[in-house]
């Protein structure tokens, strides 16, 4: 079946480091890739997307790039801060649909 | 637009008692969703609706579920005869069709705990 596996948390890190949260995943067909980030006490949103193979989404300086050949889709930050502190949810979606299949969650703190 | 909105956000009951959850989505949204995001897990989805018409139904939903949005705007969840493994947040999302082929993508509210004692 389809599914997405994420790195197990928490990641701790100081600020300005770099970040690695690692997401592969196992479908049928090619699926949209999603990160959406869980600030404490609030609902999840997008983070970035991407729609096709090799596709590279971006946003608030993270970044993410759609491997097939792999099958994953590894969120990047060059230097995080401690605003970024959260949990982060890989998730796949297939194009027409309306389901998401969300990974575990990566929650990541950042120390000062 | 304040975004989604979910009352209650806490919920704490005993083991048996019925319990309605709310949500209000973005306005201009026709489509809802609902999903059940246990301790440690990620969202699983339970419902979805294309205004007021419930679409499709996951096996996750136990005849003791049942989710309504009757004018298409707001939508109730409701458990009855709640179980301890009830326990859970139960988040609701909105979406309005994406253009084109793009990615349907989802603004979720901060969610409804529901802890059955």
């Keep these: ?112 | 637009d304040t975004g989604v909105s979910q009352d209650p956000r806490h919920k704490i009951t005993k083991r048996g008692q019925n319990v309605t959850f709310r949500c209000d989505p973005i306005s201009e949204h026709n489509r809802l969703y609902w999903y059940r995001q246990t301790l440690g897990q990620g969202p699983e989805f339970l419902t979805y609706f294309q205004n007021e018409a419930q679409l499709e139904k996951s096996r996750l939903l136990s005849d003791r579920f049942s989710a309504e949005r009757p004018k298409g705007s707001f939508s109730t969840l409701e458990i009855q005869r709640t179980e301890q493994g009830d326990s859970a947040m139960y988040l609701c999302a909105s979406s309005s069709p994406p253009p084109g082929s793009g990615a349907n993508v989802l603004t979720f509210g901060a969610g409804s705990r529901l802890t059955v004692l």
Excluded at chain 1, 19 to 42: D, M
């Design chain 1, 1 to 112: 079946g389809n599914s997405v596996t994420q790195m197990e948390g928490p990641v701790t890190l100081s600020e300005e480091a770099f970040l690695t949260i690692n997401c592969t995943y196992t479908a049928t067909g090619y699926p949209s890739l999603f990160w959406y980030v869980q600030y404490p006490g609030e609902g999840l949103q997008l983070l970035l997307k991407a729609t096709k193979a090799d596709d590279k989404g971006s946003n608030k300086g993270f970044e993410a790039t759609y491997r097939k050949e792999t099958t994953s889709f590894h969120l990047e930050k060059g230097s995080v801060q401690v605003s970024d502190s959260a949990v982060y949810f890989c998730a796949l979606l297939f194009s027409g649909t309306y389901k998401y299949i969300f990974g575990t969650g990566t929650r990541l703190k950042v120390l000062a």
